[in-house]
Nanobody, 112 residues
Framework: QAQLVESGGGLVQPGGSLRLSCAAS????????MSWYRQAPGKERELVAQ????????AYADSVKGRFTMSRDNTKSTVYLQMNSLKPEDTAVYYC?????WGQGTQVTVSS
């Protein structure tokens, strides 16, 4: 059974950094594009970043461009989201998505 497990969320001050990880199992990870989404309280889930199967192509929401970097390690079936210069408006539950499967989410809270 396919499974995506996120980790790395937490509480960070504005301007700080976090690195999220998403470990995949149960499907052929290395041939599929992967995505990170987020959902803030009272808001719809939004796409944050995408990465191609090889890692050679990435795309970002305008709100995170230049601050967030998505990467992947196909030998570990894992994707990452490096988040720098975090802002309070980045506070949300972050979800990993791939091949029709969602992770359980990891909370990111940016607050002083």
């Amino acid at each position: 059974q396919a499974q995506l497990v996120e980790s790395g969320g937490g509480l960070v001050q504005p301007g700080g950094s976090l690195r999220l990880s998403c470990a995949a199992s149960g499907f052929t990870f290395g041939v599929h594009a992967m995505s990170w989404y987020r959902q803030a309280p009272g808001k719809e889930r939004e796409l944050v970043a995408q990465i191609s199967w090889s890692g050679g192509g990435t795309a970002y929401a305008d709100s995170v461009k230049g601050r967030f970097t998505m990467s992947r390690d196909n030998t570990k079936s894992t994707v990452y989201l490096q988040m720098n210069s975090l802002k309070p408006e980045d506070t949300a539950v972050y979800y990993c998505y791939g091949q029709g499967y969602w992770g359980q989410g990891t909370q990111v809270t940016v607050s002083s």
